[in-house]
């Protein structure tokens, strides 16, 4: 299941929109993207602090075309105006990678070895 991690920081004319509809309106309209692209949405939260102004996870069976989808909602939701900046992090299960640590250890060498 590949799941990803999104934080997206609002433009001002996003930020006024958020003023008159709510972040609850905001996350409705995110999951009815997510699931139109065969995906869930796990989690959805304000962010305080810091750069960003929401984070939320989607997951679904979409690993393949999962980087290729990212990029496409990314600029859609940077061209309409509502976004500042958008980041996308494809999430892994720690045992995952425990899983391919001794392949890649293996075949590593580090520079001047």
């Given amino acids: 299941m590949y799941r990803a991690l ?6 001002a004319a996003g930020a006024a929109g958020v003023l008159k509809e709510g972040l609850a309106g905001r996350r409705k309209m995110i999951e009815s993207v997510v699931e139109a692209n065969d995906a869930r949405l796990v989690d959805f939260y304000a962010v305080s602090g810091g750069e960003w102004n929401v984070a939320y996870i989607m997951e679904g069976e979409f690993r393949a075309e999962g980087e290729a989808q990212n990029a496409a909602s990314a600029l859609i939701a940077k061209a309409g105006g509502g976004l ?3 980041r996308i992090y494809g999430l892994t299960d720690v045992s995952e990678v425990d899983g391919q640590l001794s392949d890649v250890m293996q075949s590593y060498r580090p520079p001047g070895d």
């Avoid at 999104?6 to 433009?11: E, F, G, I, L």
Wanted: hydrophobic share 45%.
């Fill in 6 to 11: 999104v934080m997206a920081r609002y433009s």
């Fill in 84 to 86: 500042e900046d958008i």
